[in-house]
């Protein structure tokens, strides 16, 4: 009871799974390296969870980065990093698997290493040590991490994670002899990376390539799930002990995306678009909550509105739902799909802000990122929302993207007052009185990702973010409808860096942690100037990951093949400079690449 939340370390809850320990069972930890209300948030902890503990042979446990005050506690008294299920110690498990979401947790996995008494570097560890795995969208370029992963998973966990556990299964059973021929044989299974059979190459300071070890696959496909109606999914999700910060109960609509917004790297990672029908959705979403017994159920997607059975889905869940006083929640809609009938449909439940994501002030920028809609629709579906009874908008920007200038900024403020003044005009015309709307403008800072057109372009300096950010808080302050605000401008300068790092980044990594840098993604944690400190003592600037490639340079993530191809990326970069957009997946096939897999929307 001396630490923040003891709900955190305990275990115990609704759910939960915990198997007897027989011989040859291969144990498997899931660990997040961020706190446990965000974990239990996170829908891939829950599918894998399940999937791990299905054969008799396998379970799976998991741990999370304890709070720094607990983390105190268990170095002052010489307790181990241990799983919630057992309390068993992280250097006890077959298997340590971290689930990677977003960049900066890297020292939240050296926290948990060095916690669970692992050795940091794949290179230090023995055959007695666990293997230790990553998976989630960011090990598609996992350079920056390579010296601390054993092995990676690149794309979907629930058919590949599986087949990793059965080689260290027959590794297990043959007495854990070689460590080095279990790395080469989990290199041999469709989307595993590991990473010590590729050697990186530089010249001058510039990645050049890698040197690959004999029987080392020279590229890593992805791997994806092709039927979501038949894939395992957790009807019975465990119930967290906290309120987390996503408290309720998840469907996941469909993987992928139909559109191309040339700056989203999950709309490329997570091609084609697979759907699963409404009838298995509606009967899940039951299922889940009588299992639970949450009264709210979410709904997951990269474009909600863009679910082809969404009415279908909708009015059959509500049709349950309403005489249990259970709410239905939409996110990521789609300002050009939003339609008013939806809208009351899910209000009569509960009723809440509208989130939109214009992502541009100006028609020429969204033109440029491929966004694919106008400040027409924009305002067509605003006006329909107002008259609903909606006063309540958040708009989410982008501050740097490519070719963006000054007047593109002030755009954003200009769309904003026009939302205001429509929202009054609105009321006036439907006679109804005027509540004080609020619309809130938030501004990320744009980061240029792998596997995207953008994969190329220079990111903003640090200053030419924080004049962007200036020029909006002038132009807004007087408006009292209008809220801004904004994302940290120094972790988003330095994420850029882990975005489209190597693994000369390793060492920097490591030195930040034993430095103490963990929680980078919470600010209060976070602390530029150190990190800053140590990038220059390793002889590297931040320019060299973040000022750009040549559209033939060799990248330190041409290793990894997610389907879409380069040659795609190439010429959708070419159409942004040219202001011009390309038509979304069911419109056209516009040749990505990711045909390759013959599922879901691409036959």
Not at 26 to 42: A, H, L, Q, W
Request: with cysteine; net charge negative.
């Amino acid at each position: 009871m001396s630490v923040e939340s003891p709900g955190r370390y305990v275990g115990g809850e609704k759910n939960q799974i915990i198997k007897p320990i027989t011989e040859g069972m291969v144990r498997t930890v899931f660990c997040f390296p961020d706190i446990y209300e965000i974990g239990m948030s996170n829908l891939a902890l829950q599918i894998l969870y399940k999937v791990l503990n299905g054969p008799e042979w396998s379970s799976c446990e998991r741990a999370f980065s304890p709070w720094p005050d607990m983390d105190k506690k268990m170095r002052e008294n010489n307790i181990p990093l241990y799983s919630l299920e057992t309390r068993t110690p992280l250097n006890e498990f077959d298997v340590v698997a971290f689930s990677l979401g977003y960049e900066m947790c890297f020292t939240n996995v050296l926290q948990m290493l060095d916690l669970g008494r692992v050795p940091f570097r794949s290179s230090e560890r023995s055959n007695e040590d666990p293997v230790v795995i990553a998976g989630g969208p960011v090990t598609c370029n996992i350079e920056p991490m390579a010296d601390f992963i054993d092995a990676a998973i690149i794309g979907e966990g629930e058919e590949v994670d599986l087949e990793v556990t059965e080689a260290v299964k027959r590794y297990k059973d043959g007495g854990k002899k070689d460590r080095q021929a279990l790395l080469l044989e989990l290199s041999k299974i469709d989307g595993v990376y590991v990473p010590s059979l590729y050697t990186p190459k530089f010249e001058n300071g510039k990645f050049t390539g890698f040197d690959i070890e004999d029987g080392a696959p020279s590229k890593i496909r992805k791997r994806i799930i092709k039927d979501l109606d038949n894939v395992e999914y957790p009807t019975k999700p465990v119930v967290p002990n906290n309120n987390v910060v996503h408290d309720r109960a998840y469907l996941e609509l469909f993987r992928g995306c139909i559109r191309g917004c040339r700056f989203c790297q999950a709309g490329y990672l997570y091609r084609p678009v697979r759907e699963k029908s409404a009838k298995t959705l509606c009967e899940q979403g039951i299922e889940i909550m009588n299992n639970t017994g949450y009264d709210d159920l979410g709904i997951l997607s990269l474009s909600t509105s863009d679910y082809t059975e969404l009415h279908e889905l909708t009015d059959s869940l509500l049709q349950d739902f309403e005489p249990r006083h259970r709410s239905l929640s939409l996110p990521s809609l789609r300002i050009d799909n939003f339609a008013l009938e939806l809208m009351e449909k899910v209000s009569r439940t509960r009723k809440s802000g509208l989130t939109f994501a214009p992502e541009a002030g100006t028609q020429r920028l969204r033109d440029v990122i491929n966004k694919g809609i106008n400040e027409e629709d924009i305002m067509t579906s605003l006006k329909l929302a107002f008259e609903g009874g909606w006063s309540t908008v958040k708009l989410y920007f982008m501050l740097g993207l490519p070719t963006e200038t000054m007047e593109d900024v002030e755009g954003i403020a200009d769309l904003a007052l026009k939302i205001e003044r429509l929202y009054f005009d609105t009321m006036r015309e439907i006679g109804a009185k005027p509540r004080k709307p609020e619309i809130t403008v938030s501004t990320s800072m744009f980061i240029p990702k792998p596997f995207t057109p953008f994969q190329w372009e220079d990111q903003n300096t640090k200053e030419e973010f924080l004049a962007k950010q200036s020029r909006l808080r002038e132009l807004l302050r007087k408006h009292r409808n209008i809220r801004y605000i904004w994302h940290d401008v120094e972790t988003s300068c330095w994420e850029g860096i882990y975005a489209r790092g190597d693994r000369r980044l390793c060492d920097v990594i490591l030195e930040g942690y034993k430095k103490g840098m963990i929680f980078d993604a919470w600010d209060q944690f976070f602390k530029y100037d150190v990190w800053e400190e140590i990038l220059t003592s390793h002889g590297l600037k931040w320019e060299q990951f973040t000022r750009g490639w040549s559209i033939d340079d060799d990248l330190p993530w041409d290793v990894i093949d997610v389907g879409v191809t380069k040659a795609f990326l190439r010429r959708e970069r070419e159409k942004a400079y040219k202001e011009q957009t390309t038509d979304n997946c069911r419109k056209g096939c516009s040749g990505c690449g990711a045909s390759c897999y013959k599922a879901g929307i691409c036959p």
